[in-house]
């Protein structure tokens, strides 16, 4: 009977052999046509004439393949696209593989499509390079390469080469100025990172070194001690060894030894019963072992000191034989002590080592305009006194004295009435006066605040310019303690004029068209330059008229701050306007936040406590620079975006004080629809510029004045008591070239300070983000936020050491990803994912 045969074979799929039939044919053509063609390279040009009949069985073919192989040479090589030709077989190769094996690491139409362009680029390249050898460029590279050789020239070629190629690279690899600057970015930490290590590694080995050194002396030292204590004692004991004996054979020879008078002589006659006792013997005639001792021994009294170890270890033995260790631990330390420590390990933080070799302008680049004295002209100043006292009497005034103070545009009279005129009769001849004087610009101060006498500043007739050099060069600029000293220029008597600006706290400039607004601006900006490190001190500048203070752009990476994804630091456009205040709003929360942290009320204190190492860069804490922010016409701005910029400038002006943050806002038109009540409130200290009218003054001002200054830089300065006369220092735009120039040239930061990411309502929140092109990181990056509960991209770049834009993008992913939410202002983003078992699953999904 015939055995059934009971196991199954598994019967393989039809498909699968289909399959398999298939991808045999496609690799036995693809091997087929490479040697075809390696074969048609040697034998090509011979096999030429055979192939014009085919069926001419006389006539045979050299190549492997006869003249069905020889026409395929002749029909892709020849005739076709050259020795790129090759790329055809390869295809079919891995096609056949691909098929019969279904490997997954090969991909015949991907490999396809990337050669596709070398197929067309390379047959040219070489048809312009070899155009004779038609095997290498095929007849398709040589006639592309002489049709575009007459159309646009040999050199035209070849820079359309050149160009496609980068085009191909950019497209393929993905090659885009910020993936660059990335790589090098990364590129540069790492060999930081690389140094570190190297340099912990050469301190730690040092440390060994120290410290194996510090143990070799330390025994050498104690061999010494020992060696040095062995002899003395030796001799000690020597010494007391025949003081006994003598003492000995004189108790021996008068009577029998009582012990208890021994005991009194602190003689001890017993015999030692343990080993320990003689070592515990200490080297005292008292406690000696006289019974014991020949003349000839040796004795040696002296517990070395590794004895003394020994006995100190098993003082520690209880009686039960049991060691008792005694763990020490050490004090926790307070804050104090930590930065204490800090402090005396690596000094007090200095900001300025960020860029150490920063060099400051030096003065000589300011142009002397002036020789500092100012002109007086005896004459002038006769004749004016004249006719004010002419004037005034003609009026009925009689003067008891008269002094003249000469400034750089203006000379002040002091007069000092007879007894019993009235101020207000004088104040009310002002236009009076000033015809008689037939000067413009006559103010009347009636009377001068705590001095008693009525004022009447006169312009000179030769007034001095008053330049910026000399004001930066004084004693008092120099020598001035101000967080951000501003030299206005010199009062009525000649003095340097300086301000704070971080006292002030705000400032409002105003002043018709061509009065020396720009002017002072940019002495304003050019005094803190002069003062100010950039690791101190960020400007960010608005300037809607795009030319007052594009000049400044040359110090971007040094002194200027902008919005993460701004191109130009210097903001020319309104939009933009209103997202940089309400970064700076931002700025000013997270701020506030860390002075709260820090249990300070302000930015000098909290700097000076950083400084001291009280406050930890690991939790958030940083030096804080000052921040001034620049509006150069701030009417433009009211009037093109009004309530969108007046909100967030009136909420720095009411709150940014204390976090050092600090406006200078300037207008050409100060109507009370641009200066209104809000932002009048806010900002006590005024410039006023020559105005039109005197509404415009009382805008400004609050008081009459600035329509009676006489224009190119003569001001009035407020800081809400007295008004002060001052001409303004001045500062030419080449002067200022220079400056930004010097400063340009010099090591800076990497880029702008960034001011916090701040998204207006108008902003897309939809992300067109392709999650199957995620970031290498995004896994990393997606635990980090979730293990952390905190959605930010300060925390990515921080923990991942990466730059603010991948750290973006990384976030963008992750928002896409559903694992962050949207976007929330200030505020971090808030995580979606709450623990990591979920957040493995949605990767596993994700994958
Ligand atoms: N402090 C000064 N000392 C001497 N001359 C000055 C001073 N300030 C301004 N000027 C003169 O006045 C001119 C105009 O000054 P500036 O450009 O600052 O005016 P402005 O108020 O900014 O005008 P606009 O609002 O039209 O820009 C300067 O070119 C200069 O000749």
Same mark, same amino acid.
């Given at each position: 009977?015939?055995?059934?045969?009971?196991?199954?074979?598994?019967?393989?799929?039809?498909?699968?052999?289909?399959?398999?039939?298939?991808?045999?044919?496609?690799?036995? *053509?693809?091997?087929?046509?490479?040697?075809?063609?390696?074969?048609?390279?040697?034998?090509?040009?011979?096999?030429?004439?055979?192939?014009?009949?085919?069926?001419?069985?006389?006539?045979?073919?050299?190549?492997?393949? &006869?003249?069905?192989?020889?026409?395929?040479?002749?029909?892709?090589?020849?005739?076709?696209?050259?020795?790129?030709?090759?790329?055809?077989?390869?295809?079919?190769?891995?096609?056949?593989?691909?098929?019969? =094996?279904?490997?997954?690491?090969?991909?015949?139409?991907?490999?396809?499509?990337?050669?596709?362009?070398?197929?067309?680029?390379?047959?040219?390249?070489?048809?312009?390079?070899?155009?004779?050898?038609?095997?290498?460029?095929?007849?398709?590279?040589?006639?592309?390469?002489?049709?575009?050789?007459?159309?646009?020239?040999?050199?035209?070629?070849?820079?359309? +080469?050149?160009?496609?190629?980068?085009?191909?690279?950019?497209?393929?690899?993905?090659?885009?100025?910020?993936?660059?600057?990335?790589?090098m970015e990364e590129r540069a930490k790492q060999k930081e990172i690389e140094r570190i290590e190297k340099e912990q590694e050469r301190l730690k080995k040092e440390q060994i070194e120290l410290r194996q050194r510090k143990e070799q002396e330390e025994q050498e030292k104690i061999n010494k001690f020992n060696q040095d204590a062995e002899t003395q004692q030796e001799k000690d004991a020597l010494e007391e060894l025949n003081l006994i004996k003598e003492t000995e054979d004189k108790a021996i020879q008068s009577h029998r030894i009582n012990p208890d008078e021994a005991f009194s002589q602190n003689f001890t006659v017993n015999q030692p019963k343990e080993e320990e006792q003689v070592d515990e013997m200490p080297l005292n005639i008292t406690t000696l072992v006289v019974d014991e001792i020949d003349d000839n021994d040796e004795v040696d009294f002296t517990p070395t000191y590794e004895e003394e170890l020994v006995d100190e270890q098993e003082n520690t033995d209880s009686a039960n034989g049991v060691e008792l260790k005694i763990t020490q631990i050490d004090e926790e330390e307070t804050l104090e002590q930590t930065s204490a420590r800090l402090v005396q390990e690596q000094g007090e933080y200095n900001q300025r080592l960020d860029l150490p070799n920063f060099q400051f302008?030096?003065?000589?680049?300011?142009?002397?305009?002036?020789?500092?004295?100012?002109?007086?002209?005896?004459?002038?100043?006769?004749?004016?006194?004249?006719?004010?006292?002419?004037? +005034?009497?003609?009026?009925?005034?009689?003067?008891?004295?008269? =002094?003249?103070?000469?400034?750089?545009?203006?000379?002040?009279?002091?007069?000092?009435?007879?007894?019993?005129?009235? !101020?207000?009769?004088?104040?009310?001849?002002?236009?009076?006066?000033?015809?008689?004087?037939?000067?413009?610009?006559?103010?009347?101060?009636?009377?001068?605040?705590?001095?008693?006498?009525?004022?009447?500043?006169?312009?000179?007739?030769?007034?001095?310019?008053?330049?910026?050099?000399?004001?930066?060069?004084?004693?008092?600029?120099q020598n001035?303690d101000?967080e951000?000293?501003?030299?206005?220029?010199?009062?009525?008597?000649?003095? =340097?004029?300086?301000?704070?600006?971080?006292?002030?706290?705000?400032?409002?400039?105003?002043?018709?068209?061509?009065?020396?607004?720009?002017?002072?601006?940019?002495? !304003?900006?050019?005094?803190?330059?002069?003062k100010k490190h950039p690791s101190e001190l960020?400007?960010?500048?608005?300037?809607?008229?795009?030319?007052?203070?594009?000049?400044?752009?040359?110090?971007?990476?040094?002194?200027?701050?902008?919005?993460?994804?701004?191109?130009?630091?210097?903001? =020319?456009?309104?939009?933009?306007?209103?997202?940089?205040?309400?970064?700076?709003?931002?700025?000013?929360?997270?701020r506030?936040d860390l002075l709260k942290n820090a249990f300070v009320r302000n930015i000098k204190e909290y700097n000076a406590k950083f400084k001291e190492r009280k406050l930890n860069p690991e939790q958030g804490h940083r030096f804080l620079p000052?921040?001034?922010?620049?509006?150069?016409?701030?009417?433009?701005?009211?009037?093109?975006?009004?309530?969108?910029?007046?909100?967030?400038?009136?909420?720095?002006?009411?709150?940014?004080?204390?976090?050092g943050?600090?406006?200078?806002?300037?207008?050409?038109?100060?109507?009370?629809?641009?200066?209104?009540?809000?932002?009048?409130?806010?900002?006590?200290?005024?410039?006023?510029?020559?105005?039109?009218?005197?509404?415009?003054?009382?805008?400004?001002?609050?008081?009459?004045?600035?329509?009676?200054?006489? &224009?190119?830089?003569?001001?009035?300065?407020?800081?809400?008591?007295?008004?002060?006369?001052?001409?303004?220092?001045?500062?030419?735009?080449?002067?200022?070239?220079?400056?930004?120039?010097?400063?340009?040239?010099q090591r800076g930061y990497p880029?702008?300070?960034?001011?916090?990411?701040?998204?207006?309502?108008?902003?897309?929140?939809?992300?067109?983000?392709?999650?199957?092109?995620?970031?290498?990181l995004?896994?990393d990056?997606?635990r980090l936020?979730?293990i952390a509960q905190q959605?930010?991209?300060s925390l990515l770049q921080r923990k991942l050491k990466l730059g603010?834009?991948?750290?973006?993008?990384?976030?963008?992913?992750?928002?896409?990803?559903?694992?962050?939410?949207?976007?929330?202002?200030?505020?971090?983003?808030?995580?979606?994912?709450?623990?990591e078992?979920?957040?493995?699953? +949605? *990767?596993?999904?994700?994958?």
């Amino acid at each position: 009977m015939a055995i059934k045969n009971t196991q199954e074979v598994p019967k393989t799929p039809k498909k699968q052999i289909i399959k398999t039939i298939v991808g045999i044919i496609f690799l036995v *053509l693809g091997l087929l046509l490479f040697i075809s063609f390696i074969s048609y390279f040697f034998n090509g040009l011979i096999d030429q004439s055979q192939i014009t009949d085919l069926l001419d069985k006389n006539d045979p073919a050299e190549n492997v393949f &006869g003249k069905f192989g020889a026409l395929l040479g002749e029909i892709f090589i020849l005739q076709g696209i050259g020795v790129v030709a090759f790329f055809i077989p390869v295809f079919f190769i891995l096609l056949g593989i691909k098929i019969a =094996t279904n490997w997954k690491k090969i991909k015949p139409f991907t490999t396809l499509y990337q050669s596709i362009f070398f197929m067309i680029w390379l047959p040219v390249l070489f048809g312009c390079i070899f155009p004779d050898q038609h095997m290498l460029c095929g007849v398709m590279g040589f006639e592309i390469n002489d049709f575009l050789n007459s159309f646009i020239g040999k050199l035209g070629v070849i820079l359309l +080469l050149i160009v496609s190629l980068i085009i191909y690279c950019v497209i393929h690899f993905r090659v885009t100025y910020e993936t660059l600057q990335e790589k090098m970015e990364e590129r540069a930490k790492q060999k930081e990172i690389e140094r570190i290590e190297k340099e912990q590694e050469r301190l730690k080995k040092e440390q060994i070194e120290l410290r194996q050194r510090k143990e070799q002396e330390e025994q050498e030292k104690i061999n010494k001690f020992n060696q040095d204590a062995e002899t003395q004692q030796e001799k000690d004991a020597l010494e007391e060894l025949n003081l006994i004996k003598e003492t000995e054979d004189k108790a021996i020879q008068s009577h029998r030894i009582n012990p208890d008078e021994a005991f009194s002589q602190n003689f001890t006659v017993n015999q030692p019963k343990e080993e320990e006792q003689v070592d515990e013997m200490p080297l005292n005639i008292t406690t000696l072992v006289v019974d014991e001792i020949d003349d000839n021994d040796e004795v040696d009294f002296t517990p070395t000191y590794e004895e003394e170890l020994v006995d100190e270890q098993e003082n520690t033995d209880s009686a039960n034989g049991v060691e008792l260790k005694i763990t020490q631990i050490d004090e926790e330390e307070t804050l104090e002590q930590t930065s204490a420590r800090l402090v005396q390990e690596q000094g007090e933080y200095n900001q300025r080592l960020d860029l150490p070799n920063f060099q400051f302008p030096p003065i000589s680049m300011l142009k002397k305009y002036d020789t500092g004295n100012t002109l007086i002209d005896q004459k002038e100043l006769e004749v004016n006194k004249n006719r004010i006292i002419e004037t +005034l009497r003609n009026y009925g005034i009689e003067i008891a004295s008269i =002094t003249a103070t000469i400034g750089p545009t203006v000379t002040l009279y002091e007069i000092v009435p007879q007894a019993g005129v009235r !101020i207000s009769k004088i104040k009310n001849l002002e236009d009076d006066i000033a015809l008689s004087l037939s000067a413009l610009g006559i103010r009347i101060i009636a009377p001068i605040p705590g001095k008693g006498t009525i004022g009447i500043e006169v312009p000179n007739s030769n007034p001095s310019m008053v330049s910026m050099h000399s004001v930066i060069a004084s004693q008092k600029f120099q020598n001035s303690d101000m967080e951000l000293p501003i030299a206005f220029g010199k009062t009525i008597t000649n003095e =340097t004029f300086i301000a704070d600006l971080a006292k002030m706290p705000h400032l409002l400039m105003a002043g018709a068209t061509g009065q020396g607004k720009s002017v002072g601006l940019n002495a !304003i900006i050019t005094s803190l330059l002069y003062k100010k490190h950039p690791s101190e001190l960020k400007f960010v500048m608005v300037d809607p008229k795009k030319v007052e203070l594009t000049l400044y752009s040359k110090i971007e990476r040094h002194y200027l701050a902008k919005l993460p994804d701004a191109e130009e630091a210097i903001i =020319t456009d309104n939009a933009k306007v209103i997202n940089t205040l309400n970064s700076l709003c931002i700025e000013m929360d997270d701020r506030y936040d860390l002075l709260k942290n820090a249990f300070v009320r302000n930015i000098k204190e909290y700097n000076a406590k950083f400084k001291e190492r009280k406050l930890n860069p690991e939790q958030g804490h940083r030096f804080l620079p000052y921040i001034v922010l620049i509006v150069d016409e701030f009417a433009d701005l009211i009037m093109t975006a009004g309530k969108e910029v007046e909100l967030p400038i009136a909420r720095l002006a009411q709150l940014a004080r204390a976090v050092g943050i600090h406006l200078i806002v300037a207008t050409q038109r100060p109507s009370v629809n641009v200066i209104t009540g809000t932002i009048k409130a806010n900002f006590p200290a005024r410039v006023a510029f020559r105005v039109t009218s005197k509404i415009d003054s009382r805008t400004i001002l609050d008081s009459p004045g600035a329509d009676q200054l006489i &224009g190119k830089g003569d001001m009035l300065f407020t800081t809400g008591n007295d008004l002060v006369r001052l001409q303004c220092a001045f500062v030419d735009t080449p002067e200022v070239d220079k400056i930004t120039e010097f400063i340009g040239e010099q090591r800076g930061y990497p880029d702008a300070m960034h001011l916090p990411e701040y998204v207006g309502e108008e902003s897309n929140s939809n992300l067109d983000i392709d999650l199957s092109d995620r970031d290498v990181l995004f896994e990393d990056a997606a635990r980090l936020i979730v293990i952390a509960q905190q959605g930010s991209a300060s925390l990515l770049q921080r923990k991942l050491k990466l730059g603010y834009n991948r750290a973006g993008r990384l976030i963008d992913q992750l928002e896409a990803a559903g694992i962050v939410g949207h976007f929330e202002g200030s505020k971090a983003r808030q995580v979606l994912i709450q623990d990591e078992i979920s957040l493995e699953q +949605l *990767l596993n999904n994700l994958n």
